[in-house]
Nanobody, 115 residues
Framework: QVQLVESGGGLVQPGGSLRLSCAAS????????MGWYRQAPGKQRELVAF???????YYVDFAKGRFTISRDNAKNSVYLQMNSLKPEDTAVYYC?????????WGQGTQVTVNS
């Protein structure tokens, strides 16, 4: 049973923007804070940002000022607006609850920043 589906990734030039979307099952979305995570080649998966059910947000240092996480409670969806993208942002991006739960990892969406 698929419960989290990410979309919106792609190839973008340095300095460009992408908006990632994550559609979640109602049970996950209404119960947990939601986070975006990423895994670059050869590296461990890491947190990018999370948003609470009340809308409070937290960003890791590399995301501050460039990325914005948001949620639409009516659509059970969470978004990640990424601006000023850099080659080091290249990774597979995943959404999950925050804290993450192993059973909710999906396929992710590939983001490639390359000129």
């Amino acid at each position: 049973q698929v419960q989290l589906v990410e979309s919106g990734g792609g190839l973008v030039q340095p300095g460009g923007s992408l908006r990632l979307s994550c559609a979640a099952s109602r049970s996950i979305f209404r119960t947990y804070s939601m986070g975006w995570y990423r895994q670059a080649p050869g590296k461990q998966r890491e947190l990018v940002a999370f948003i609470s059910s009340s809308g409070s947000t937290y960003y890791v240092d590399f995301a501050k000022g460039r990325f914005t996480i948001s949620r639409d409670n009516a659509k059970n969806s969470v978004y990640l607006q990424m601006n000023s993208l850099k080659p080091e942002d290249t990774a597979v991006y995943y959404c999950n609850s925050y804290p993450a739960q192993a059973k909710y990892w999906g396929q992710g969406t590939q983001v490639t920043v390359n000129s």
